[in-house]
């Protein structure tokens, strides 16, 4: 996780939970996945360059968001 708390395709998952593709909502597309602790997050299929920025809707229960 960065400063700005996004991730990146091909990083690994810290906080277990619901996360959204940057880039989709920028172009008005809700594009959300759950990612498990541990999984790498993909490229986004919506998206046209693929390499997608996720950022953390809501943690998983029991989570800590704090990465």
Do not use: H
Not at 8 to 20: D, F, T, W
Not at 27 to 55: H, N, V, W
């Amino acid at each position: 996780m960065n400063s700005s708390k996004t991730w990146k395709s091909g990083e690994k998952c810290r906080v277990p939970g619901l996360y959204r593709c940057r880039g989709c909502e920028t172009a008005g597309r809700e594009t959300t996945l759950e990612a498990l602790e541990g999984t790498i997050f993909p490229m986004c299929e919506a998206c046209p360059q693929k390499d997608a920025t996720y950022s953390l809707v809501r943690a998983a229960a029991g989570a800590s968001a704090g990465g």
